[in-house]
């Protein structure tokens, strides 16, 4: 048998973003100790890119706000088929959460008396995100890094972790290989939190980095945990749309919340036409009172491209469609039509989203303090993921925790932006204290040397196949993935499409059997690619399978073979769990009964 280096942890957290790196500093604070693993530089996690801002209901710029209200816009947002456990949570403790990010030393706009500063964001009723300009998930990296390193996390960076072991039904560790050498490594652990972000490169669009390949969906799949809402893929609406280069990438919600519109190639704001029943009461239905709303008019309501992303993504869309986009396929977003209506317009935009002037500066030549910008929607967050319990975070699969975006319940249907920040925070804090606890009371596990040979013959098999007639390179498969999820399996879905996917699906597998790569272990990108692509597909087949089983639209999943709500889906998650002829089981979970006094907060709340 091989020997690999083996590291010895109470606690390994796997992911350095927001949620693992709150996870580990609660760990180490409750006295155990913790690995921490990522697959590239510490502070270099997907998180760093988050630009708009924290949700908690601080009620600093506007005193009407508060745990209830972010609850219930929380639920409204996402369709009530929400873990409503986990939304009170965050809710309730979103607060404290950040306050203690600004006692670690995070430095967030403020309000002209000092107090943190919050900004308007898509289905938030109150001004209710934190943020430090346009580069808010920078500051909470930097924070949480800064904090946590003092506190003697052992950090292992350039690692990704490929399988975890187990030992009857419990974790007991995890097998990786590092970047750099392409040597393995073991490492044991009591217990083990999932912090490993989302599923956005299953997409060919997308605001995602390299590094969401859905890798921690997938380990806790293959472990024995179940994945929930997996239909529910969010596309946010604006994305770049050209040069094709840089199609995909961001542009935050924030151009909105700063009083930026949508418009198409008519000059019409279209948003107007279709404000959806359950928002009517809550959005602007003139274009002064929306302009007044993102000035702080506390009499305001806010206007409809504030409204919830799923909503205004499909309108985009039928603007494109129907013949009224721009001319690289999207439509417009203008915040320089605010000179207009303040005298200092160009420096304002600049001093509030100082990384959205820079971005289109430099990527497409544009000055978006004079000039509107083109914008389309691009594949952003996943809803869907591991199946948690809302207090401890652990999974079905005992020593297994998961939090942040690879976790799932909070957000239900839609998630709310800004949610995602405050849910790493909450939730990532709670998995690295009941990880801790786990810990505690129990003993090393045994780890299985059949585990570990299986899982490096795997890893190897690439390049023991060699470039025979069969084989094929990973970038290709990768490719056409990632276009046929596009096509097939996006904003718009039909039954007879996706179960073309699924067909699709099925020969990736075949072509992903025989994928073959070159060169030797040290950084190697293709062998990486080739190791990312059982991932992407285990990811894509359980959305593609979930978003079936719903037949109906709902929040980020609209059917045009079933456009409309049902009720009995309402009262349903779609899970699908790994069965033990290896085949992907979709399941209907029943939705518990949400106890009155919450039922009452979402009334009074309206
Ligand atoms: C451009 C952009 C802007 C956004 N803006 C906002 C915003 O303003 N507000 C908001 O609330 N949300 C925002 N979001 C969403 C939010 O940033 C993410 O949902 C959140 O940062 C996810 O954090 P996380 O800790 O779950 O994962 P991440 O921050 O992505 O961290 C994942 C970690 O897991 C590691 N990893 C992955 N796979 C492996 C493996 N196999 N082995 C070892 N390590 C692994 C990675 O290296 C990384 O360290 C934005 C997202 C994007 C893309």
């Known amino acids: 048998m091989a020997e690999y280096q083996t590291f010895e942890h109470d606690v390994l957290v796997i992911g350095a973003g927001g949620a693992g790196l709150r996870a580990a500093i609660e760990a180490s604070a409750a006295g155990v100790s913790v690995g921490l693993v990522c697959k590239s530089l510490l502070g270099k996690a997907h998180t760093v890119m988050a630009e708009g801002g924290i949700a908690a209901a601080l009620a ?32 309730k403790e979103a607060p404290a959460r950040v306050r203690e990010l600004e006692a670690w030393g995070a430095v967030f706009d403020r309000t002209p008396d000092g107090r943190i500063l919050q900004r308007n964001f898509g289905g938030h009723k109150y001004p209710r995100l934190a943020h430090v300009g346009d580069r808010t998930g920078l500051e909470m990296i930097r924070t949480l890094q800064d904090h946590g390193v003092h506190q003697g996390i052992d950090v292992h960076m350039e690692i ?62 293959h472990a024995g945990a179940e994945l929930i809402d997996m239909e529910f893929v969010q596309f946010h609406p604006t994305g770049m749309v050209w040069p094709p280069s840089v199609e995909g990438i961001l542009v935050t919600e924030g151009v909105r919340g700063e009083g930026g519109v949508l418009k198409n190639s008519l000059d019409k704001r279209f948003m107007f036409d279709d404000i959806p029943d359950n928002y009517k009461s809550q959005t602007a239905d003139n274009e002064e009172e929306g302009w007044r709303y993102t000035q702080g008019d506390k009499n305001a309501r806010r206007p409809p491209e504030l409204l919830t992303r799923d909503h205004v993504s499909r309108a985009i869309v039928r603007e494109v469609k129907e013949g009224r986009g721009s001319p690289h396929g999207g ?53 869907g993921g591991i199946r948690v319990d809302a207090d401890s975070q652990m999974s079905g699969v005992p020593g297994l925790f998961a939090a942040g975006e690879c976790a799932a319940g909070i957000n239900g249907a839609n998630r709310l932006g800004g949610n995602s920040l405050s849910d790493l925070l909450v939730f990532g804090k709670r998995a690295g204290e ?12 045994q780890i299985d040397n059949a585990q570990l040979e299986a899982a490096a013959r795997r890893a190897l098999e690439p390049f023991e196949r060699g470039m025979g007639s069969d084989a094929e390179g990973p970038y290709k ?45 040290e950084y190697n990108p293709g062998w990486h690619t080739a190791l990312d692509l059982p991932n992407l597909l285990t990811v894509s087949e359980a959305v593609t399978r979930s978003a079936i089983e719903r037949k109906e639209s709902r929040g980020a999943q609209f059917r045009e073979d079933y456009p409309e709500k049902d009720p009995e889906f309402g009262k349903v998650n779609i899970a699908v769990k790994r069965d033990s002829d290896g085949t992907m089981k979709v399941l209907r979970v029943p939705i518990p009964e949400m106890p009155p006094e919450l039922k009452q907060v979402i009334e009074e709340m309206g």
């Open 477 to 521: 498969i990768q490719l056409d993935l990632q276009e046929m999820m596009q096509e097939l399996v996006g904003i718009v879905r039909r039954e007879d499409e996706m179960q073309r996917a699924l067909e699709g699906i099925g020969r990736l597998w075949q072509r992903t059997s025989r994928v073959a790569v070159t060169g030797n272990r």
């Open 331 to 383: 439509v417009y977003l203008d915040i320089s039509w605010i000179k207009k209506k303040l005298s200092n317009s160009e420096d304002h935009i600049k001093r509030k989203l100082p990384s959205m002037y820079h971005q289109f500066q430099q990527l497409a030549d544009i000055d978006i303090t004079q000039q509107p910008m083109e914008v389309g929607p691009t594949t952003h967050y996943v809803m």
């Open 160 to 221: 990704t972790v490929v399988a975890l072991l187990k030992e009857g039904d419990r974790v007991v560790g995890a097998f990786a290989y590092d970047r750099e050498r392409g040597r393995f490594r073991v490492f044991k652990a009591k217990a083990i939190v999932l912090a490993t972000g989302g599923i956005g490169r299953a997409y060919r669009i997308t605001s995602n980095s390299w590094e969401y390949t859905g890798d921690g969906h997938s380990l806790g799949y």
């Open 60 to 91: 600093n710029v506007d005193e009407r706000d508060n745990w209830k209200v972010h609850f219930a816009d929380t639920m409204r947002g996402g369709q009530y088929v929400n873990n409503w456990r986990m939304a009170e949570l965050h809710a």
């Open 434 to 445: 009941y990880a801790a606890q786990f810990a505690r009371d129990i003993s090393q596990g």
